[in-house]
């Protein structure tokens, strides 16, 4: 027959249990008190650009929702990467977010002769939040006008084509060079500092021909000066009915798809991470956000945090495999 329990060991054991409870309750609490502060969102290129245009617009909804300040910061540099850092060495409760992507997420880091963190590990991925395609850009006084006449012409007269983008690394420059492994064609890439000066100089006929973002595709080509041959994506486009994919105009199998999504520091408290994605699809949810977004050529997209987190360890194992193969660097 058990010893009764004394009174001094009764009050210890409850003692033990109350602390334990409190300990389990603590993070469910510092959830639903969370945001009690400003939210800081990290932007890993110039204002101005893809990845800052996205990053207002969800900052401002989030504002309105959350109760608190979100501030984008731009922190510009080494393909992205000096924001991941930011992000990646904050502190792990929630008010440091990055608006990443493809380009800074999951191609820079594989880049990088050097990373100071672990792009799997450091950085915890929210949701996507917006996906778009590149269209095949061509100075309109060039002899081709469609895909495969552009890959014939390629292969007539090797290394005599050049086509530009907007920064070695960048994901122009990987959509030029995962053409160029398709399609067989020896082409000679001509990076810039920027997409806006790689138009203009297309449009000029100093460069054939460019893989650039849709909405300034659009606006060049509706100068005249060039011409629209195709789009990166897996099927055509909504605002692009009439122009057809890279693959059905020439160069089977081909696909390069971008996106935009948001994280945050790695380690962070799972309701956190739950509370941020839930904000995410409601904003993107919103009919006016998705018409900002698709004003950009952006098709409003979002995902839950893990199945974010597995289409980034599947995208860094891809790029990993194919960048192998090819002539690139961040410098």
């Avoid at 060495?89 to 594989?110: D, E, F, R």
């Avoid at 006008?145 to 122009?172: C, F, M």
């Avoid at 956000?289 to 409003?300: S, T």
Wanted: with cysteine; net charge positive.
């Amino acid at each position: 027959m058990p010893a009764p329990l004394s009174r001094r060991r009764f009050v210890f054991c409850a003692t033990l249990l109350a602390l334990g409870s409190a300990g389990l309750a603590a993070p469910a609490a510092a959830a639903d008190a969370w945001p009690s502060q400003p939210l800081r969102m990290l932007v890993g290129f110039a204002p101005g650009g893809a990845n800052d245009i996205v990053a207002r617009i969800i900052a401002k909804e989030m504002q309105q929702s959350l109760g608190q300040p979100v501030v984008v910061d731009n922190r510009a540099g080494a393909g992205g990467l000096i924001a991941s850092e930011l992000l990646a060495k904050a502190p792990k409760n929630g008010y440091t977010l990055l608006l990443g992507s493809i380009g800074n997420n999951t191609i820079a880091p594989v880049l990088a002769t050097k990373l100071s963190f672990d792009p799997r590990k450091d950085i915890e991925p929210i949701s996507l939040v917006a996906e778009s395609g590149n269209a095949l850009l061509v100075n309109a006084k060039q002899p081709y006008s469609t895909v495969k006449e552009l890959v014939e012409a390629a292969r007539k007269a090797p290394g005599t084509i050049n086509y530009a983008s907007s920064g070695n690394g960048s994901t122009l420059h990987l959509a030029g060079e995962l053409f160029a492994k398709q399609a067989g064609v020896n082409i000679v890439h001509i990076p810039y500092k920027g997409n806006s000066q790689a138009i203009q100089d297309v449009s000029a006929g100093q460069v054939q021909v460019i893989f650039s973002g849709i909405p300034p595709a659009i606006t060049s080509a509706k100068t005249g000066q060039t011409r629209i041959l195709a789009v990166t994506t897996p099927r055509r486009l909504k605002s692009l009915p009439d122009v057809p994919t890279v693959a059905e105009a020439g160069v089977p199998g081909y696909a390069f798809t971008s996106w935009y999504g948001l994280f945050t520091t790695g380690g962070t408290d799972p309701a956190i991470v739950a509370r941020l994605s839930q904000e995410v699809r409601k904003a993107i949810a919103k009919p006016e956000v998705q018409a900002q977004l698709a004003a950009q050529g952006l098709e409003p997209v979002t995902n839950d945090p893990e199945s974010f987190k597995v289409q980034i360890d599947r995208e860094l194992n891809r790029w990993t495999r194919d960048i192998k193969t090819m002539n690139i660097g961040l410098n």
